[in-house]
């Protein structure tokens, strides 16, 4: 059976399991299937809108966020735009994965930045952060952990930009937290400016 | 209800969600889950099971929006995409409608009344665009996406080859995206009420 032929009925969802299985294998190396799914895909979800749509029971709504609430307790929001000092306590669930959501509402600039530090089982981290503007000319932003009791070790350079993903140097150790200044462009050895974030302690 | 995410487009809010702002979530429900109901419901024809179907999806837009890839098509595409595999998944497994014939597919009545003024534009634009589809692939499409029948059933309970059941459904899809990129079929609703 030709692959080729069988980007519409994948994008239907009318392929028995193993033939949408042998599909999605060829999908991986045919790009000219991939661009026609994303084409036939939207299509196909245009016909959601085809039919009938009477409003949901009113639980449904509660339902999903409460659920979703629910696998995720291990996150932490916190509006931060200061220097905050340590000790803020995240309840990290034992899992493979801590994440530390941060959002930080700029209201002067009506964008929305946040920053997500994703911390895998052996300790290293990544720092997700969207709506950051680009650095400065001659400026650089640069990431810091900062263990407990310890001075700041430098964990990467970046520029910004909407939206990064930096993999922090090194491990965050527990009770560390992490931190991000503007600095000169080559960066620094330890922090020259106030935080502009800062992590709850990992 | 909380709506200042409203100016967000979707992708932004599941860019938020994937930095597991609940509000993101939240929002992007209040944005396709009427939608999102319907379709399971005109699938799954049983309430409690279209209810599972879309919370079942939306979890999974909470648990892997880092994942989804702008790039590759829009926000509602993937939502309502995941919510339509759930809905399938779930009438192959309860395999209810295997007892049933193939007028399953056929829309169940639902008051107008109840539904909002851009959902009615929608739906009409979608059904416009069907009604100008050759009888046959219009047959496949509905069939297949509304009642979840894979290509080999339909080839079967058709009594057409696999291929012309593939070249239908190919056919339909292919002519349906040129209709609705096509301006006049949106123009086409008129109120009814």
């Known amino acids: ?202 | 209800m909380n709506r200042q995410l409203a100016h967000l487009s979707d992708e932004a809010l599941v860019a938020l969600a994937a930095r597991s702002e609940q509000s993101a979530l939240a929002e992007l429900y209040d944005r396709y889950g009427r939608t999102a109901y319907g379709l399971a419901l005109r699938v799954l024809r049983d309430q409690a099971l279209a209810e599972d179907a879309v919370q079942e999806a939306f979890l999974t837009v909470w648990r892997t929006a880092a994942r989804f890839m702008p790039e590759r098509g829009k926000a509602s595409t993937w939502i309502l995409t995941l919510v339509h595999r759930r809905a399938v998944d779930a009438v192959r497994r309860e395999q209810r409608r295997r007892a049933d014939s193939l007028d399953l597919a056929s829309e169940p009545a639902v008051e107008g009344a109840e539904e909002d003024a851009f959902l009615h534009l929608q739906r009409e634009r979608v059904q416009t665009a069907l009604r100008h589809l050759p009888d046959a692939q219009r047959e496949a499409l509905e069939l297949a996406y509304y009642g979840g029948f894979t290509q080999s059933e339909l080839a079967e309970r058709l009594g057409q080859p696999l291929g012309t059941i593939k070249s239908r459904m190919f056919g339909g899809l292919s002519r349906m995206r040129e209709l609705l990129a096509e301006p006049g079929t949106e123009t086409s609703w008129t109120p009814t009420n």
């Open chain 1, 1 to 202: 059976m030709d692959p080729h032929e069988l980007t519409a009925a994948y994008a239907l969802d009318a392929l028995d399991p193993d033939e949408a299985e042998a599909y999605e294998r060829h999908l991986s190396q045919c790009e000219e299937c991939r661009e026609q799914l994303a084409e036939l895909s939207e299509t196909a979800a245009a016909l959601a809108f085809g039919t009938a749509a009477p409003a949901p029971p009113e639980r449904l709504r509660a339902s999903i966020l409460e659920a979703a609430a629910a696998e995720r307790t291990n996150v932490m929001p916190l509006l931060r735009r200061r220097w905050v000092t340590r000790g803020l306590a995240v309840a990290a669930a034992a899992v493979a994965c801590i994440v530390v959501g941060l959002a930080v509402s700029l209201s002067q600039s009506n964008k929305t930045r946040s920053f997500t530090l994703v911390i895998g089982s052996d300790r290293t981290a990544k720092l997700q952060i969207s709506g950051l503007s680009a650095a400065p000319s001659g400026k650089t932003y640069e990431a810091w952990v900062i263990p407990a009791h310890s001075s700041p070790r430098p964990a990467g350079l970046f520029p910004g930009g909407s939206s990064t993903s930096v993999r922090l140097r090194g491990t965050v150790p527990r009770n560390a937290v992490v931190a991000v200044t503007v600095e000169p462009a080559g960066g620094s050895n330890l922090p020259t400016t106030k935080p502009f974030f800062v992590s709850p302690t990992a």
